[in-house]
């Protein structure tokens, strides 16, 4: 599967943005999905999972009241609504696909990635 994020910007802390994840798979109900993200300097981490069916949902601690992710499997695509932005948020944000099992946080654990889109908060 190819993918595709979209939706990232400049944005105050305490703004929000909505990122987009576009799968070129026609089954691409068959792929758990997930958001990481890169800042300047750092390894990549892990942000919000969700299954196939996108009945279970797991998020990075520091995220987890203010980021909601979703997916469209008719629209072939995964979502992150981001709210109360904040200046640590900011981050190269790259969305993954796997088939497989393994850890969901480990960014080791999936076989595609789209090229990121670049997310920045000021204070």
């Known amino acids: 599967v190819q993918l595709q994020a979209s939706g990232g910007g400049l944005v105050q802390a305490g703004g929000s943005l909505r990122l987009s994840c576009a799968g070129s798979?026609?089954?691409?109900?068959?792929?758990?999905m997930a958001w990481f993200r890169q800042a300047p300097g750092k390894e990549r981490e892990f942000v919000a999972y969700i299954t196939r069916s996108g009945s279970e949902r797991y998020y990075k601690d520091s995220v987890k009241d203010r980021f909601t992710i979703s997916r469209d499997n008719a629209k072939n695509t995964m979502y992150l609504q981001m709210n109360s932005l904040k200046p640590e948020d900011t981050a190269i944000y790259y969305c993954?696909?796997?088939?497989?099992?393994?850890?969901?946080?480990?960014?080791?654990?999936?076989?595609?990635w789209g090229p990121g889109t670049l997310v920045t908060v000021s204070s």
């Open positions: 798979a026609r089954t691409f109900s068959a792929y758990a």
């Open positions: 993954a696909a796997r088939t497989g099992t393994g850890y969901y946080d480990n960014y080791n654990s999936y076989a595609f």
